[in-house]
């Protein structure tokens, strides 16, 4: 089982540009509001024609912009799960779900008994006669996801499918269809803009950006080691700052980056690539010096502008004293439990020592 997508789409102001491949997993397309996620799913069920370019699934080839094939949706085999859920408002659970089924299944006992089947296995049993509007966010989610999964298609396809959701549905959602896709013997493309999601749901991640994808890497690696500034973004990271590598004496092995925003120069564990644009340190990874004597590597002296208690930890915002005001990365950002910063006992105004372990300073290059 695998999929081959490499597109290109021009809009007024926008190209989509996607090229990647995915094997029998759950890959994760990652990126903000905009940047062309749903319209590559919609590109490869065949509702959007691209400019250029090749889809091909499990060997089919959908779309070959050479060769003059373009597969209408329904020949392509692929379920896509909208963020509305597309269920038909006019008819029940029951009739949804034989919506799916039907196309494959010419015999009614049998796709009656599939039907029933899969009410029972996607909890929507006494649901049967219940229509969309009569249902719940979760409700409704389960019946388009059965409806998809009864057409036995190729390929899965998910766009955001818990954004409409509040926050205990939506995880007991998730852990059902961790369920589900253990179950599901081929591709799924699995959409988001969250970050918490595509980790705990996919083996490998593309990061989309301004409308063009980057290479697929294993989850863990982005979050760990990305490599561009979109990719540490979508990871969560909150401190970055414009860098370029550093020289001079004791600056040998090119191990060390001058952090433009921060005024400081800092040495770095990873190496550091020629066209280094960033860095970016996680919040977690910045930690104050308790004593002058405390005597670390890569100390940034900080004045403290605000400290905000979060409801499990505590979050200092801190300006660089050497650092470029008013610049977007001029400003820190460092999250410790309560406890730890009680140990500080700083106020806002004071300043602080802080210090960053060499390596968990990420190099970044930029995205384009």
């Not at 719940?136 to 954004?163: K, N, T």
């Not at 004293?321 to 006992?345: H, Y």
Request: aromatic letters at 8%; hydrophobic letters at 40%; proline letters at 4%.
């Amino acid at each position: 089982m695998s999929l081959y997508v490499d597109i290109e789409k021009k809009f007024s102001g926008f190209c989509l540009r996607a090229k990647f491949e995915a094997e029998q997993e759950v890959m994760g397309i990652l990126g903000a509001s905009g940047c062309g996620k749903s319209m590559t799913l919609k590109c490869i069920a065949g509702t959007i024609k691209p400019d250029k370019g090749r889809i091909a699934l499990n060997g089919v080839t959908l779309f070959d912009s050479e060769k003059g094939i373009n597969l209408v949706p329904q020949k392509r085999h692929v379920g896509l799960l909208f963020q509305n859920y597309a269920l038909f408002p006019n008819m029940t659970v029951q009739k949804n779900l034989m919506a799916g089924v039907r196309p494959w299944e010419k015999d009614r006992k049998k796709a009656r008994d599939q039907v029933r089947e899969f009410v029972e296995r996607f909890y929507l049993t006494g649901l049967e006669k219940h229509r969309p509007s009569e249902l719940s966010g979760g409700q409704q989610q389960r019946v388009a996801l059965a409806r998809i999964l009864l057409a036995r298609p190729r390929l899965l396809m998910l766009d955001e499918p818990f954004s409409a959701l509040d926050g205990y549905l939506k995880w007991k959602l998730e852990l059902e269809l961790m369920d589900i896709l253990k179950e599901f013997d081929s591709t799924t493309l699995f959409v988001s803009h969250s970050r918490d999601e595509i980790y705990r749901l996919c083996s490998r991640v593309c990061v989309m950006e301004n409308g063009r994808s980057a290479p697929a890497v294993s989850v863990k690696a982005m979050f760990e080691e990305p490599k561009t500034m979109a990719a540490c973004q979508l990871s969560g990271c909150k401190n970055y700052s414009a860098a370029r590598p550093a020289f001079g004496p004791g600056r040998e092995g090119g191990a060390w980056v001058l952090a433009c925003d921060w005024g400081v120069e800092l040495e770095c564990e990873r190496p550091v690539p020629e066209n280094i644009t960033h860095i970016g340190v996680r919040s977690h990874a910045i930690h104050v010096a308790l004593g002058e004597g405390d005597e670390r590597k890569n100390v940034i002296e900080c004045r403290i502008l605000r400290i905000v208690e979060d409801v499990f930890h505590m979050v200092v915002m801190a300006s660089p004293l050497n650092g470029a005001s008013g610049q977007d990365g001029s400003q820190l950002r460092l999250e410790m439990s309560k406890e730890q910063w009680a140990a500080c006992a700083r106020q806002e105004g004071e300043v602080i020592r802080v210090f960053i372990d060499p390596a968990h300073i990420m190099p970044l290059v930029s995205s384009e």
